[in-house]
């Protein structure tokens, strides 16, 4: 089991740009498939990005392709979701998850562990 926890979001302006960190706690932080999701007030909660074990492959979402980028280091427990050219439309709560096996990496509940969240506010 791992626990996670997010920081780094905040308002920003659009265009700008924004580093998110997921902390993972425990010796199997290697052993998971990492995701970011994000949910608006009223809408379904949206796959953003995720990253394999080892850090070799990412995967992203049409919406965020070209702008966000999702890395890790496995030294460090940590994942990260650099986020550039901000829109208002990025405006969420951003969630880091953990999968114990692959599955759809785009599916939320394919994810075993989540953190609380971290606001992400983009102004127009």
């Known amino acids: 089991q791992v626990q996670l926890v997010e920081s780094g979001g905040r308002l920003v302006q659009a265009g700008g740009s924004l580093r998110l960190s997921c902390a993972a706690s425990?010796?199997?932080?290697?052993?998971?498939?990492m995701g970011w999701f994000r949910q608006a007030p009223g809408k379904e909660r949206e796959f953003v990005a995720a990253?394999?074990?080892?850090?070799?492959?990412?995967y992203y979402g049409d919406s965020v392709k070209g702008r966000f980028t999702i890395s890790r280091d496995n030294a460090r427990n940590l994942v990260r979701l650099q986020m550039n050219t901000l829109k208002p439309e990025d405006t969420a709560v951003y969630y880091c998850?953990?999968?114990?096996?692959?599955?759809?990496?785009?599916?939320?509940?394919?994810?075993?562990?989540w953190g609380q969240g971290t606001q992400v506010t983009v102004s127009s």
């Open positions: 998850a953990a999968a114990r096996a692959p599955g759809i990496r785009t599916g939320a509940r394919n994810y075993d562990y």
């Open positions: 425990g010796r199997t932080f290697s052993s998971y498939m």
């Open positions: 990253v394999n074990r080892n850090g070799g492959n990412t």
